[in-house]
């Protein structure tokens, strides 16, 4: 039997509600004290355990294993890494990127930099299908990022800070290690769903030219949309 949707999909509902999100914070900034200088935005993780005092803290349950690693060169210099993945508490998977020289990640919730969340389920949403597991924060001498995506995916192309991109090739995870932050990516599902994916404030690629934009955006949330 054909599954129903219980509401319909609406194609750039995920853009409109981050052009809100943009209004939004504008509004708060006029009104609001800025926060302490050098504050980093962190991603969207699993809940924090019941009783937590402080930020998400969780633990893994098991090893961590290399899932990929490579030599990237950066701006003249090589960067060597390795993204790890360990089985995590609450029902989480904790992913963590290891290099040298060494970057921070955004969004840590566990030791060693590492970030844990809940992997999407085979029937989620398109828009809710792949699953960014690592970002690099602002304060990163260059830019990395790692999501996976459901096996038979094509066309990935991941757009940088300054609105270039370049088309990705292997197999999930991917990790790309750049320069520039990354902070775009398109793709297509198995399905033939194309996506649009975001960090941050980001609406259109254009926005990937814009500074005022791009520096929030760095170690943000991600969001997937329908182009």
Known sequence: MEQ???TPRTPGRHRACRRAVVIGLA??????????VGAEPTGVV???PTGAGGPPRFTTTGPYRTVRSGTTEVDGRRVTWSLRRAPGSGGTTCWRFEAKPAAKSAGSNAPGGA???????ADADPVDRPWFVQSNARSAPYGFLAFVVPKGTTKVRVGTEGGRF????GSSPFVVVNGRDPLWVDLTLPDRTRLSCAAGVLIDRSDLRDPI???PSVGAAWFCDEP
């Open 4 to 6: 129903v949707r219980s």
């Open 27 to 36: 509004l708060v900034a006029s009104i609001a004290p800025t926060g302490p």
């Open 46 to 48: 699993a809940p924090a």
């Open 115 to 121: 970030r844990c969340s809940i992997a999407p389920t």
């Open 166 to 169: 370049r088309t990705v090739s």
């Open 213 to 215: 934009l791009t520096r």
